[in-house]
């Protein structure tokens, strides 16, 4: 190989060492998601990458940018996560000394969960609970909007971000054509979030706002511009994935939930 033409055998082992040390390293300071089945290889393997993938979108809820448009966020089962990095080779009197490599991206490549459960006490658990419950309709329904909201955060452009929050919150507040969508959402927001009159209209006006940020980039190809916009619609839309996983056992089904908001 190039590599051993470029380094006499010794040094090619030195190498090799440093470059399996770092590989270990990195496994280590991850978290492994154990999923145990009894099944044949290739269905072990299938399953397993699901499972994993869901909890760790699961997961991404904790992370930070999910309130940021302007960051992403690289969690995902390993080799998924599409990291940019590039590869440098140090070389010393014509001979490689050394390997090293170096991310590339718009956000954190990890981050520590338990900071995250500092600031959000309970919020881990309350998630786990609802992965491993999905007895009513209304859980099931909460749980796989999780996972359609949690896919922003694992991407780069801004109007497919506000896609995925609004196609979540929709299956929840808006599971059918009814009037127009974006009116429904950002009164249904409003109700589910607010506190009083004065903050649920300040909080429909913003809906409407954001919602029409989504729609100007899927009906009419538009970037994304008002960034101050679309700061608060992230925050808000965060805010009433919250809101519905703690309600995840006040409602048998989402129909209750929006016909207690009406």
């Not at 082992?13 to 990195?26: E, F, H, L, P, S």
């Not at 302007?70 to 001979?95: C, E, H, I, M």
């Not at 780069?156 to 054509?177: K, Q, W």
Request: aromatic share 8%; charged share 25%; hydrophobic share 40%.
């Amino acid at each position: 190989s190039w590599l051993g033409r470029l380094s006499p055998p010794e040094m090619d082992q030195q190498v090799k060492a440093q470059y399996n040390q770092r590989t270990r390293q990195k496994l280590q300071a991850s978290l492994a998601a154990c999923v145990k089945l009894t099944a044949d290889s290739a269905t072990a393997h299938r399953v397993a990458l699901e499972k994993a993938t869901e909890a760790t979108a699961l997961l991404r809820f904790l992370c930070v940018v999910n309130s940021s448009p302007y960051s992403r966020s690289y969690v995902a089962p390993s080799g998924l996560s599409a990291q940019r990095s590039w590869t440098g080779l140090r070389f010393k009197n014509d001979v490689i000394s050394s390997i090293s490599e170096k991310a590339v991206g718009k956000g954190p490549g990890a981050w520590h969960i338990s900071e995250a459960r500092k600031f959000m006490p309970g919020l881990l658990e309350s998630l786990s609970d609802l992965a491993s419950n999905r007895s009513t309709p209304f859980r099931k329904d909460v749980y796989d909007a999780f996972q359609l909201y949690s896919r922003n955060s694992i991407s780069d452009d801004l109007a497919d971000r506000l896609l995925y929050f609004t196609v979540a919150l929709e299956s929840i507040l808006v599971p059918r054509s009814e009037g127009s969508i974006q009116a429904l959402l950002a009164e249904r927001v409003a109700f589910l979030t607010g506190t009083d009159p004065k903050e649920r209209l300040e909080i429909a006006k913003l809906i409407k706002k954001g919602y029409a940020l989504r729609s100007k980039f899927v009906h009419a190809g538009r970037k994304v511009e008002d960034m101050e916009i679309a700061e608060n619609f992230f925050d808000r839309a965060w805010h009433t994935m919250a809101v519905l996983l703690n309600l995840r056992d006040a409602y048998p089904t989402k129909e209750a939930l929006i016909e207690s908001l009406e």
